[in-house]
């Protein structure tokens, strides 16, 4: 059974431009989280999607949104980089009820902003 | 605002030592507390969790120690191999109600040594 899968595995971009993130959840997973991981802070919540809808955000600026597509799968879009944003995104992965509990993240997509 | 305190940032044992990591954390609401272990280049990936119930849980040389009262959890590692070499997060969500928008600590880069 497929993982959750990320692309591109590396992007660089450069200060202003827009980045597009994107993750294949794990087959019959509907649940979609959106975490960046920046160097010495751990993993920071960014969003959830859940059946196609924005179910909790983190604090993060507008500039950051997303969606989830009727497959399931989901775009992590980023507007008007700052060098700051420079940092390994995860998506991760669950099923609902019961096992909901159990996060599958992917291996992410490191975006670096020059 | 951190939530979850993880120490130590980094560890250093030798192989067959015990390693142990300590977390903290503020929110009494939280419900699930997982520990993740995540190699250079990958995805974070669920080593083992907890529900506030119980004050132990193990599965095989991974032991979770929990303190309800003190609000804090830990991470055994039995007889550390080197190949449990890798940076390991302690987290934790309310999953009750639906989803699990997990809040991470800083991480602790666990190296074992021959």
């Known amino acids: 059974e497929a993982g959750v899968t990320q692309s591109p595995t590396h992007l660089i971009k450069t200060r202003g431009q827009q980045a597009t993130l994107r993750c294949s959840p794990i087959?019959?997973?509907?649940?979609v989280y959106w975490y960046q991981q920046a160097l010495g802070l751990g993993l920071q919540f960014l969003l959830w999607y859940d059946e196609g809808e924005e179910r909790n955000r983190g604090n993060f600026p507008p500039r950051f949104s997303g969606r989830q597509f009727p497959n399931y799968s989901s775009e992590l879009n980023v507007n008007a980089l700052e060098l700051e944003d420079s940092a390994l995104y995860l998506c991760?992965?669950?099923?609902?009820?019961?096992?909901?509990?159990?996060?599958?993240f992917g291996s992410g997509t490191q975006l670096s902003v020059l | 605002q951190q939530q979850v305190k993880q120490s130590p940032q980094s560890l250093i044992v030798q192989k067959g030592g015990i390693s142990i990591i300590n977390c903290a954390y503020e929110?009494?609401?939280?419900?699930?507390f997982p520990w993740y272990q995540q190699f250079p280049g990958k995805g974070p990936a669920l080593l083992i969790a907890i529900r506030p119930d119980v004050s132990e849980k193990k599965e095989g040389r991974f032991t979770i120690s929990f303190n309800k009262s003190a609000k804090q959890f830990s991470l055994h590692i039995m007889d550390s191999q080197p190949g449990d070499s890798a940076t390991y997060f302690c987290a934790a969500s309310l999953v009750t109600g639906g989803g699990n928008k997990l809040t991470f600590g800083t991480g602790t880069q666990l190296k074992v040594e021959l």
């Open positions: 087959s019959g997973h509907t649940s």
């Open positions: 929110n009494t609401a939280f419900d699930y």
């Open positions: 991760a992965s669950s099923s609902w009820g019961q096992a909901n509990e159990k996060l599958f």
